[in-house]
């Protein structure tokens, strides 16, 4: 499963373009983006849609099987949120809607998604709506599953993995890092056996885990699988926080390194727009870059377990819909989706710096260019 190809780790970096727009040729995204950037633009500007997103993240279950330390949807999370699952058929539900609205990739998260024993009857259902499927997975049931899902259809893996120190893993993930790593096996299993289908790695930046970054980096380009990070946001003020980087001078030069890496050819998948401004990030969360522009609400449609539409990820904001009571086509053309989405054009926000609103958005504006 060790690969050494250079042109490999384009190749799977390069796909990343399939999370927003779904679309592996080079030939067709062109002639897709020229097209829709114009029309993002226009929406943008005129302050309400044009066109549908691209883009779908579907929570398909709160439930988890990890506990890590900065998400609510950790098994120690307190309160807990809402843990029944929607019926396989609300799922569908939603997965038809967004694929009429003209979405092009879906991706299915949770919580945990694997916990849900309906999901490659969900994957096999979105490849028949013509959506690429996306998991995002902390991965540690994958070992179990990955050949079902390969059958399904499954294209593309997320697989989040914040350390390959086992301690650190537990510490920052609350699970055991051997059977995350049966996932990462898994999961080049499954790509080597089901192409075109993908896989790379999400990690979320920390104090405990910022100075093996570079290394964690360099062992996964052995398995030609490219790395992407997000820094740890402290949503919940009301606990005290133990993972913010506080050493600005270790975070510049840790960054620094990541992008001299990723210019000497190591998958990193980041802009480096979007990793030059951790260092700020993490010393004033919310001053965002003067040239940044949240496209979130634009592109991409977000729908919680419990089939709320959100209009970006961060949950800052309020619901604008819910998809057991009205249609998505409805709900993103209404009053109400377009009174937060000028909130966000506004940054009227969290004002987050997270992979699906900040990353996606700087995706989008330099795709193409």
């Known amino acids: 499963m060790i690969q050494d190809s250079g042109v490999a780790f384009l190749d799977r970096i390069d796909e990343l373009g399939i999370t927003l727009f779904g679309e592996r040729d080079d030939t067709a995204l062109e002639s897709l983006l020229r097209t829709y950037k114009t029309q993002i633009y226009r929406s943008y500007e005129q302050d309400f849609p044009l066109v549908g997103p691209t883009y779908a993240l579907i929570k398909v279950t709160n439930r988890c099987n990890s506990g890590c330390s900065y998400c609510n949807h950790s098994i120690y999370a307190k309160p807990q949120l809402n843990l029944a699952d929607a019926s396989t058929e609300s799922i569908k539900k939603a997965i038809r809607e967004v694929a009429e609205l003209g979405v092009r990739s879906v991706n299915l998260s949770g919580g945990e998604p694997l916990l849900r024993p309906d999901l490659p009857d969900l994957i096999s259902y979105a490849c028949g709506q013509r959506l690429v499927s996306i998991l995002l997975t902390n991965g540690l049931t994958l070992s179990e599953r990955w050949e079902e899902l390969g059958k399904a259809g499954l294209s593309y893996i997320i697989f989040s993995l914040d350390s390959l120190d086992a301690e650190q893993y537990r510490r920052q993930r609350g699970a055991s890092f051997k059977q995350a790593w049966k996932?990462?096996?898994?999961?080049?299993?499954?790509?080597?056996?089901?192409?075109?289908?993908?896989?790379?790695?999400?990690?979320?930046?920390?104090?405990?885990?910022?100075?093996?970054?570079?290394d964690f980096v360099q062992k996964m380009a052995l398995y030609a699988v490219s790395v992407q990070f997000s820094p740890y946001h402290h949503f919940d003020t009301r606990v005290p926080d133990s993972n913010t980087p506080r050493d600005s001078t270790a975070v510049r030069e840790t960054i620094n390194e990541l992008i001299s890496l990723q210019e000497s050819g190591c998958p990193i998948a980041n802009s480096r727009a979007y990793l030059e401004h951790f260092p700020s990030f993490f010393e004033q969360p919310q001053v965002l870059p003067s040239w940044y522009r949240c496209y979130a609400a634009y592109v991409g449609v977000f729908i919680d377990a419990e089939l709320n539409v959100r209009p970006c990820w961060?949950?800052?904001?309020?619901?604008?819909?819910?998809?057991?009571?009205?249609?998505?086509?409805?709900?993103?053309?209404?009053?109400?989706?377009?009174?937060?989405?000028?909130?966000v054009r506004k940054l009227e926000c969290s004002r987050c710096w997270l992979l699906c609103t900040a990353e996606l958005s700087i995706r989008f504006m330099e795709w193409g260019q």
């Open 183 to 214: 996932g990462v096996e898994a999961a080049l299993l499954l790509r080597d056996k089901y192409p075109p289908a993908a896989v790379h790695i999400t990690t979320v930046v920390t104090r405990h885990n910022l100075a093996e970054l570079p």
């Open 314 to 343: 961060s949950w800052s904001l309020p619901i604008v819909g819910n998809l057991e009571q009205d249609e998505l086509r409805n709900v993103w053309y209404s009053s109400s989706f377009n009174q937060q989405r000028t909130r």
